[in-house]
Nanobody, 115 residues
Framework: QVQLVESGGGLVQAGGSLRLSCAAS????????MYWHRQAPGKQREWVAT???????NYADSVKGRFTISRDNAKNTVSLQMNNLKLEDTAVYYC?????????WGQGTQVTVSS
């Protein structure tokens, strides 16, 4: 079993920055993929970014150039640096880990961007 705990959310003005972190614990294999997703009020959860255990990354078009995903394999953590935040980035941000056929989610952390 794997547990994921997000942190770093909060209230920030438009144009500002936040850094989210996700700590994974439990039975974690060396080969896995970690993701950030988000869910805005009244909307479906959407994918934001991906990073493999080898360090390959991919981003949703809406955040490309503003968000950076990174990971520390030794500490089993993944981070999301969010710059130039926009009102539409307001959402609950979730960390996800997949390994083999298993899929795990964190509980989410709220990010609110104000004008």
């Amino acid at each position: 079993q794997v547990q994921l705990v997000e942190s770093g959310g909060g209230l920030v003005q438009a144009g500002g920055s936040l850094r989210l972190s996700c700590a994974a614990s439990g039975s974690i294999f060396s080969i896995n993929t970690m993701y950030w997703h988000r869910q805005a009020p009244g909307k479906q959860r959407e994918w934001v970014a991906t990073i493999t255990s080898g360090g390959n990354t991919n981003y949703a078009d809406s955040v490309k150039g503003r968000f950076t995903i990174s990971r520390d394999n030794a500490k089993n953590t993944v981070s999301l640096q969010m710059n130039n935040l926009k009102l539409e980035d307001t959402a609950v941000y979730y960390c996800r880990l997949t390994q083999w056929a298993s899929n795990y989610w964190g509980q989410g952390t709220q990010v609110t961007v104000s004008s």
